[in-house]
C-alpha cells in the first residue's frame, strides 16, 4: 500500500517541526494565512503511522464551520479507513483530487495549545511521526460528549507563555483544597519541604530530586506539594511506577483530597477514561495520580509533577514513540512553567548526576519515620548451599527457617523472585536439548498452573510433550525456578500458612491487584511471594521478614544497567520489612555474594554504589556522560536484515561525518569530535523475536538533539532501511 499514490502529502509537513503551534501558516494562493481564511476547504491530517508526513483532506461543506486543528477525524487511507489528527486547516493544495473526511470524532480539540508543544517535543527528541506523538498522548477508545464543558485548547493554536497562564480557555473552577489529616512534620521533612514549595512559589520549571530512603515520609511531602499548587489554582499529577500500587497511593491522596483525585491507569474501562479526562481537560479535577501515561493527562495550569520511584524502568514505553515519561515530564514542566519532583531512595544514576551538579537540586530525607531503622540484612551464599545440600530447592537453610520463625509469631513474610512462571528452562535428560520458542531465539518458561510451556516474549504457549522432541527418547527436567515453584515450595513447607503469590499471572484481571493488596493489609495473608512487582512501594506495617530468593536474576543480563538494577531490586524490595513496630530482617540470596550492587544493597550505601557507578560510566563513556541511541532493524531474512543493517551503518556515518562540525585534534573522525560515535551492526541480544530477525546499531551522542536530525532523514519518510523497518530507540533501557 502506498498512500502517497492517492494523496500526495502535504508539500509543508516537514519532518521534526510538524506543530502548527511551532511554524509559520501554511501557503495559499494569494499568501494569505490560512488562519483568517473564513471557511478553509482543506484539512491537513496525521496518522498514528511511522511516516514523516501528513495528507489533504477535503472538508465536506457541513463540517466546515466546526472542524479545527487537534481534533480526530476518520479518513480513507489506502484500503481502509484510519483515525488521524487535524493539524491545520488550509485553503489551497498541491494536489487536485483530494478525498473526503468521513467523519469528525470530537465535539472540540483534544489536543490544546500546551499538548502541540508537547507532541512536537516528542516528535523531534524520539524520533517519531507528529501523528505517532499525537496519538500517545489521547487515549484511545476517548469520546469526548458534545458541549460539556469549555473547550480543551483554544483555537487556533497560540504562543504559549511559559509560566502556563495562557493555557486553556476560560476560568477555572475554584475547587478549593481539603485541608485534612494535618501531620506534623519530622524535623527531616521539615528541611525537606521549603526547597520544593519555593520552586512551585517561583511558577518557573524547576526540578527538584527528593532522595529519601524506603519509608522516610516522600509521600507526605508529595501530598503537601500538591495541596501548594492546588491554592495557587494549578493543578498537579503524580506518576507511581507500578499499577499495582493504585490502590495504596489513591486511598491516601483521596483520604487527603477527597473526590477531586482522579486516577489513571491502563485498565480503565474507556467510559471511566473520557469521563476523567473530561473532568481534567475542564478544570473539575486537578490532581492526577496514575502510571506513565498520565504524565499527559490534560489538566489546565499545570504547576506540578511528582514522579515517585523516578528510577523505575516502568516508566520508559516500549512501542514507538518509546518515551520515557520523566523526560515527557521535565519537557511539559518547562512548556508550563511547572515545578518537577522526582522522588527515590536509589535515584537513577541520571537522575542523580544532574540533581547533584545544580545547587539545590537533591533534597534528602537520609532517615525512617520515627526512628525506625533500616533493616538488617544478611547475604546467603548460595555456592556454599549447593554443596552442602543433595535436595535442592530455591529455599537455603536459613531463609526456611526464618520464615518458619515469622509464621510461628503470626508475622507477615515477603519473597521476592523476579522471574515468573515454574521453571525456566525444560530440557531433555538424555540429549540435553532445551524446549525453545519456535518464533523467538529463547528458551520456553514451563508454568505449571496452566500445564504449559510459554514463551514470555511473544506468548507462543504449548503443553510440554511426554518425550523430548529432538531426540524422541528423553524425558524433560525442568530446572530453574520461578514464583510459581517458590510458591509451591512453601505450600510443601508451611502447609497451614496462608500463602499468595502476585505477579503478572495472578493480577491479569481486572480489580485483582486490589484484592491481593487488601488481602496483605488485613493479614489474611501470611507469606507473599512475587516479582519485582511487590519489591516497589507497598507499606505493610506487620512484615518483618523479606527474602531475595536471588539476587542475580538482572546481574547476568548483558546490560550495563545490570548492577544498577540489582542495586535497586534489593534496596526496594529490603525496604518492604520493618515499616512497623517490629524491626525487620533482609535476607538475600546470591552466587556473587562479594559483588558491588549487593555488597552496598545490604549496606544501605547509596551514595557508595553510586560512587562507584559513576566512575565506571565515565570511564566507559556511558550515561549519563552520553547518550544512547539504538538502531534496530527488523526482517524475516536474516540476511536481508543483516545487509540493510550494513546499508544503514553506512549511510549513518556518512552523514554524521558530513553534518556535524569537526572539532580541532587528530586522528578521531570528526563524528567522534562532535560527540557522536556509530557501534555495530551487531546482533540483538535476542536475535530473533516472533519470527523477525533482529540486527542493531548503537549511537553514542553527547546530544540527542545533534543526531536526531540526521538519523530521521536517512530513514525519511517511512523508518526504514532498504524496505525494512526500522525501530529508533533513544535512551533505551
Ligand atoms: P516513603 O514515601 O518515603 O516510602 P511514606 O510517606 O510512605 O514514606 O511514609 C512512611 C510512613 O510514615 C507512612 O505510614 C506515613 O503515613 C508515615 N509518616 C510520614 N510522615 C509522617 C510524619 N511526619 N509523622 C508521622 N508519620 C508519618
Ligand atoms: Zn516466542
Redesign the pocket.
Known sequence: MDPSKSRVAAGDAEPGTPSPARRPRPRTADGVAARQDPRPTIAEVAFNLPLDKSFHYLIPEAMRQTLAPGMRVAAPFGPRERIGFVLKVVAESPVKELKEIRRVLDPRPVIGEEQWALASWLSTYYCCSMGEALATMVPGGLRLRAGAGPAASGTPPAVLVPDGTAAGGGGLPSASPVPTGV????AH?RQALPPILEALEAKRFASILLF???????????LQAIDRALRQGRSAICLIPEIALTPQTTD?FVERFGGGVAVWHSRMSARARSRDWMRMSDGACRIVVGARSAVFAPVQRLGLIII?EEHEPTYKQEDAPRYHAREVAMARARLAGAAVVL?S?TPSVESYYAAARRAGGVVT?PE???GRGLPAAEVIDMREEMSSRRRFGPLSARLERALAQTVERGEQAMLLLNRRGFARVAQCKTCGAVERCARCSVPLVYHAGRRELVCHYCNFHEPPRELCRQCRKGYLSFRGSGTERVESELHRLFPVASIARMDRDTTARRGSHRELYEAVKTRQVNLLVGTQMIAK?F?F?QVTLVGVVSADTALNLPDFRAGERTFDLLTQMA?RAG?GERPGRVLIQTFCPGHYAIQAAKAHDYLGFYAQEIRMRRALRLPPFVHLIELTVLGSSLPRVEEAAQWLAGRLRRALARRLPAAPGKGATRAAQAGAVLLGPAPHRIPRLRRAYRVHLLLKARSVEAVTPIVRRVLAPGRKAKGLPVIVNVDPL
Not at 501531620?183 to 519530622?186: K, R
Not at 529519601?212 to 508529595?222: A, C, I, M, P, Q
Request: net charge positive; no cysteine.
Open positions: 501531620v506534623m512534620l519530622t521533612q529519601g530512603v524506603t519509608g522516610s515520609g516522600k509521600t507526605e511531602l508529595y491516601r515517585d522522588g531512595a530525607l525512617r519515620i520515627a512501594g507499606d506495617p525496604g515499616r
